[in-house]
């Protein structure tokens, strides 16, 4: 029989929701005496007087029983406690008793348990981490914020206090709105309706001039104000002599319609204050940003220069690969989601043995007239060619393939993958009756492997002819493109600078959570079957699972995900049919009575498909199902992000984040001083935050070392598949 307590893998903290009635909450974990456990309710640490403690001394735990049940929704929380010390002293050529050693032990090991808990819920750097930055924090200073040095070495305090220097702006930006409201709404005859329309413009202007006074500045937003604005940066004089220009329109169509009926003289009336109001409230954003330049943010001596206007796409000269998206602030990113470019370089070519005179290399060259012969003369599963990447794992989602035009073609191949022990069918492809055209077989996306082939799964057509491959490409599946985004026009200075800086606003879109648990893994029990529906994992030897049984929405999985709040999300899955039909249908609930409910028809191929909606509340319903007859259909990697489709993210028990982009790499600057013939790299730090959403970002550079110059550039590029937005982009010389 044992004497002592028996130490288990088990944490030393439980926690539970209290539902208001519950007294006794049990703790899985042992200790030696009553005192060794700490109750909390919520943030409070409870006094010995308000519970009491059994199972103090054995093995599996025991109970907290609370004189008074804690109130329903708080968090009620149970730790062992222990002194680290030693709980005894051995001496020499003494008596060792076993219970004494094992009460030891026990102890240590507890207190073990204790520290991993506790580092376990500290700050740390991921074990992956190659950074040996100091994370001492600073000395604590109200209003700052805690950011990382500008070489990324230590922990500092931000320069200013943002929320304040942001509040100022944000006040004349509410008072302009309720001018217009007011000068709207208190019209009552056509003539008072064309008088108040004329004083509601002066007090739009006299608004704006206060807006202006608030924040110093405002963009070039039209020739009325790039006339009144000096070449350094556009001023309060541009934005009145356009809120004058827009006060006269104001007027003169307030007064042209005096005779006109009620309504159609309030609607002038409104239409007219709306024109004088709009190109102020535009520019309330850029005023924010313009005052962070100007007045919080220390950004040395800007001469000349210019501040790109947002509402239309300025930078399309020279540019590739990037999309513009207009809005409240527009922005620039990468392109579309596609594949990735063929990969297969670096590598070995890898096959099953060469016909005499071909080589394997040859079906990786480029070279369309040479090819690639099998030394088997039957080559149905035996005969491959492939592509070996090293010791970088790549996750191939497509590959072409082009045969000759001989009778050396075949009819049907299998993509393998390499597990490093053995090769692991992907997926049985058959060929379509064309050559001397690449065709396009496409993977299920997410398999990751060092070396991937295509093996041969017919024989030629013609008996005993080697099988033959003139071109192979391999993709990785579904990447960002990159983007690369260059001045329209030069910007000319007075005297060739030394230094120049470009300032834009920052949003790093490629960290990503997808909040949806067990991505790929439909059989787990929080995906719930509705009637006849079941899942069988792992089908074809892939990842995919296959839903069977799912002909109506009585037979549909429902998925719940946790979200942190309202707003747009965006489910996204990858599908494909197996005979058993082509039409499904997939919908995300918004919990407010509404859905958005998507048809699909399914092909052969992988597809990745996507459903969005505004979603209220802290879960996410998701459902799916077949439609019009469809029995089965397999599915891989689902998705559930805010905001619209983004790269998929594998998840197990827990949501999962994308890494986050690396200023310098995942996102480069470089500025030139001669029109764009000669490129320096900047170098990127982040400065202040700006308006929860975006940071503003300085990318310096020195140009003493080009040719002389003064007509400034500034080339920005998005890279490595990482979703960045770049907005408002100021390029000065110093």
């Known amino acids: 029989m044992t004497g002592h307590i028996q130490v288990g893998d088990a944490s030393p903290r439980a926690q539970y929701v209290a539902n208001g009635s519950q007294t006794v909450f049990p703790y899985p974990f042992p200790i030696f005496a009553a005192a060794d456990i700490e109750v909390w309710v919520g943030a409070a640490r409870q006094g010995a007087s308000a519970y009491s403690v059994s199972g103090a001394g054995t093995s599996e735990g025991g109970s907290v029983a609370f004189v008074a ?16 010390r030693r709980t005894s002293d051995f001496h020499d050529d003494g008596i060792i008793r076993a219970k004494v050693v094992n009460d030891e032990f026990d102890y240590q090991t507890m207190s073990v348990q204790q520290v991993a808990e506790d580092v376990g819920r500290a700050v740390k750097r991921a074990h992956t981490s190659s950074s040996t930055a100091d994370l001492t924090l600073p000395e604590p200073m ?61 007090t739009a202007t006299a608004a704006a001039a206060s807006a202006v006074s608030a924040v110093g500045f405002s963009l070039d937003a039209d020739p009325v104000m790039a006339a009144a604005s000096d070449k350094r940066v556009a001023t309060q004089r541009a934005v009145k002599a356009y809120a004058d220009s827009a006060a006269t329109i104001a007027g003169v169509a307030a007064k042209s319609y005096a005779d ?27 005023s924010n940003l313009r005052q962070l330049l100007n007045t919080g943010v220390s950004t040395g001596a800007l001469v000349q220069g210019k501040q790109w206007e947002l509402s239309t796409d300025e930078w399309a000269s020279g540019s590739s690969g990037y999309s513009f998206a207009p809005g409240a602030i527009p922005y ?9 470019p063929n990969i297969c370089s670096g590598g070995v070519a890898i096959s099953s043995g060469d016909y005499s005179g071909t080589s394997a290399s040859c079906a990786f060259d480029g070279n369309a007239s040479s090819w690639w012969g099998s030394a088997q003369g039957a080559p149905a599963g035996v005969a491959y060619i492939g592509y070996n990447f090293g010791a970088t794992a790549r996750r191939i989602g497509k590959i072409m393939l082009t045969q000759p035009p001989s009778n050396n073609n075949i009819s049907s191949v299998i993509v393998q993958k390499w597990d490093g022990f053995s090769w692991v069918d992907v997926s049985t492809i058959a060929l379509e009756p064309k050559v001397s055209t690449p065709q396009t077989l496409r993977l299920p996306p997410g398999l990751a492997s060092t070396q991937w082939r295509v093996l041969a799964n017919s024989n030629a057509s013609v008996a005993n002819s080697p099988w033959a491959v003139y071109e192979i490409q391999m993709m990785e599946a579904l990447t960002l493109s990159n983007a690369t985004l260059v001045s329209s026009a030069p910007i000319p200075v007075s005297t060739p600078p030394a230094y120049a800086s470009l300032y834009a606003l920052y949003k790093d879109d490629s960290i990503v959570t997808n909040l949806l648990t067990y991505s790929e893994q439909f059989e787990d029990p929080s995906y719930i079957k509705y009637g006849t529906c ?47 039909g082509v039409n499904i249908a997939a919908t995300l609930i918004d919990n407010t009575g509404g859905n958005n ?30 439609e019009a007859g469809t029995t089965s ?17 594998y998840t197990g028990p827990s949501p999962v984040s994308g890494p986050a982009s690396l200023l310098g790499t995942d996102l480069t600057v470089e500025l030139s001083r001669d029109g764009g013939t000669t490129w320096s790299p900047a170098t990127i730090t982040p400065m202040v935050s700006f308006d929860g959403t975006y940071t503003v970002l300085r990318a310096r550079a020195k140009l003493s070392d080009q040719p002389s110059g003064t007509a400034l550039m500034a080339r920005v590029k998005i890279l490595n598949s990482k ?5 408002a982009p100021a390029l000065y010389a110093e």
């Open 597 to 626: 409910v998507n048809f699909y028809t399914l092909t052969p191929d992988w597809q990745r498909y996507t459903v969005s909606i505004f979603v209220v509340g802290n879960t996410a319903p998701f459902e799916i199902w077949g």
């Open 534 to 580: 079941t899942v069988t994992s792992n089908v074809d030897g892939t990842l995919a699972d296959r839903l069977s049984n799912i002909s109506s929405y009585s037979n549909r999985m429902l998925k719940l995900s946790a979200i942190p709040g309202n707003g747009m999300y965006t489910l996204s899955f990858w599908a494909k049919s197996n005979g058993g």
């Open 633 to 649: 259909f397999d599915l891989w990697g689902a998705q559930l992000n805010a905001g619209t489709v983004a790269p998929y993210i």
């Open 332 to 340: 620039y990113s990468a392109g579309v989601e596609s594949y990735g």
């Open 260 to 286: 006109a009926s009620t309504a159609w003289a309030m609607e002038v009336a409104a239409t007219s204050l709306s024109a004088a109001m709009t190109p102020v409230l535009g520019q309330i954003a850029l």
């Open 69 to 84: 049940a804690p109130s329903a929704g708080t968090i009620v929380t149970l730790r062992r406690r222990l002194t680290l």
């Open 142 to 202: 109200p209003g700052r914020a805690i950011k990382w040095n500008s070489a990324a070495t230590g922990l500092e305090n931000s320069v200013t206090d943002v929320d304040q220097m942001l509040t100022q702006a944000t006040l004349r930006a509410t008072e302009a709105c309720a001018s217009a409201q007011t000068a709207s709404a208190s019209a009552a005859t056509a003539t008072a309706r064309a008088s108040e329309a004329i004083n509601a413009a002066v």
């Open 723 to 727: 979703a960045q937005r770049i907005a």
